[in-house]
Structures are given as C-alpha cells and as structure tokens.
C-alpha cells in the first residue's frame, strides 16, 4: 500500500511540473492592444446619435475593463508570492532542513489554500472578462443592424437619383407626392395606400431620428426635382454610413482581443485547477505513508525542476505586473 501512495504522490508531484504556465506575453499584448483599441472607439466624435450611444456604451465596458486589469494585477502578485513560497518550500524538503514531517504536511496544506483561492479569482477574472465580451458583441449586433439599415437607406436612394436623372413624369411624381405627405401629417395609413411608398416606408419605420431626417429630405428632393439637395442628402448619409462602418469595425477588432485575452487568462485558471488536484493527492497519500518515511519518499527526481518552474513564475508574474501597469498608466495620459 505505502509504495502505491508513493507512486501516486510522484505522479501528482509531476503533475506540478508539467502544468503548462499562462503565456505571460500574449496577455500582455491583447491588454495593450484591447486598450488601444478601445481608445480609438471613445475619441470618436460622430454626429450621428445612434454612433454617439454606440460609443458611450463602449465607453462604460472600458471602465469596467480596466478595473478588470487592475484586478489582474493583484491577482498576479498574489500568484508571485505563493510561487516564491512553493519553491522556498521545495527546496527546503529537498536540502533535509530537519524540519518534523507535520511541518511539511502543514506546509502542502497551506499551498493547498493558496491554490484554491487563486483558482477563484482565476475564475472571478475569467467571469469578468466574459461579461465585457458579451456586452461587446450586443454593441457590434446593434452596430452591424445600424449598418445595415444605413446601407439599404443608400440602395433605395441610388435607385431613385436615376429616377431624378431621368425626369421621372408628373404621374410618378404626384405618387410620391402622397409619400410626403403621409410623412409631414405623421400618417402611417396614408403611406400604407402608396404602393410606390412601400419601400420607403420600411426604411422609416426602422429609421433613427437622423436618418430619417436625411429621408425625408431625399424624398423632397426627389418630388420638388432638386438633383443637387438630392446628391447633398445621399452625400450625408453615405458618410454616416462610413462613420458607422468604421465604428463597426473597430467595435469586432476589440471583440477579437478581448476573446484572446479570455483565451490566454483561462491558462491561469486550468494551472490552478491542475494545482489545487495535484495538492490534494499530494496530502491524500502523504498522510498514508509511515511518519520516518514521509519526508525521504515524497519527491520524485523533477523537484530540481519544479523549483525552477516557481521561479519562472514569480518573474513572469512580476514582469506581467510591472508590464501592465505601464500599459495602464499609458492609457490613462491618452483619455486625460
């Protein structure tokens, strides 16, 4: 029994060595790049008002955010410390230091602690970064929608200029006419009696405010023969439609960094995991074994590397820390 207890200590303590640690450097780049990012979307300054709320909802989820990364940093260093206190504990087992065998028991179960508590937060980050995710993808839906919108707004309206060219006749004209009027009297029965309005209709019935101001004046323009108001109003909605495009665009880059930050953070939380598991059979079967055999059976020839793996992450941790900050500190000179 106590040489199967001490094969499977060996293995968990392996386990330690094994665990893949978080990419420090890609982390460290999606922030920057995410906060870059979101920079460029909160100094816009759009006319348009459904990109003016676009732009403020974008605004609070990088409150959030970099609260999120300032929470990352304790986070880190709090994984520092517990990294330092690993190795300091390994090496003291591996140099027979004297101490009593409970010592060492009590020493893996304060690691143990360690462990589970830094997995929460882990898993605290990872929830948060999670939820900004997914308030960015409803602004990039609602972005796309207004997109979209803008764009048949410009279809419709480029078909009609050939019209205008064209001279459409009076009889199309005092069609259209009915349109206009329906607009100006709010009356949506008089538009759902023009055929001719139908496609109108559906761009004003989904229209913003500003838009469907530029509508309305298309088709005055249209009616009354006023070519050059006509190619001013579509002028004006093409560039809303540009602004938006580019609101858009920067709207599902930030998605994209934020989901590599998700990504490369959930490394932390499947280390802690595999950490937590490998400490639990660690003190499972260190408990088994005769009491002048503990501290000579427990480590396997990998403890040399396990203490260099801890101190990897203790500088990666500490790099990471000093890293952001700096990103952080940038960032905020550029929003002042």
Known sequence: MYAADNDIINRATEKLLKTKLPDRQAIVNSTNTALELLHKCEIMDP?????????????????????????????????SDHADDMALYFQAIMQSEGLSSDHYLESFENSLTDAQNLQNGA????????????????????CEGYQEHLEQCEKLAIEE????????????????????????????????????????????????PMVKVIVINLI????????????????????????????????????????????????????????????????????????QSQTSQLLPQTIVAIVKKYDR????????SMEVREILDRDAQNTD
């Not at 006319?47 to 986070?75: G, M, P, Y």
């Open 47 to 79: 006319d348009d008002d459904a990109i003016k709320q676009f732009i403020k909802s974008v605004k609070k989820e990088k409150i959030k955010f970099r609260d999120l990364t300032n929470k990352s940093l304790k986070h880190s260093m709090q994984l």
């Open 220 to 291: 005055d323009a249209l009616l009354n023969g006023k070519k050059q108001e006509f190619k001013k109003q579509l002028a004006e909605l093409q560039s809303i439609k540009n602004r938006s495009s580019r609101n858009l665009e920067i709207t599902r880059e930030l998605i994209k960094n934020l989901g590599n930050i998700k990504y490369h953070t959930s490394a932390f939380e499947t280390f802690w995991s595999a950490q937590v598991t490998a400490l639990k059979e660690i003190i499972h079967r260190f408990r088994r074994l005769p009491q």
């Open 123 to 142: 898993e605290q980050l990872q929830s948060g970064y999670r939820s900004i995710i997914e308030q960015l993808q409803e602004i990039k839906e609602s």
């Open 313 to 320: 992450l203790k500088t990666d941790c500490s790099n990471y």
């Open 161 to 208: 200029e050939s019209l205008l060219a064209a001279n459409a006749p009076p009889s199309l004209t005092n069609m259209f006419a009915e349109v206009l009027d329906g607009i100006e009297d709010a009356s949506i029965a008089v538009l759902r009696r023009s055929k001719i309005a139908k496609k109108w209709l559906i761009v004003l019935d989904i229209a913003l």
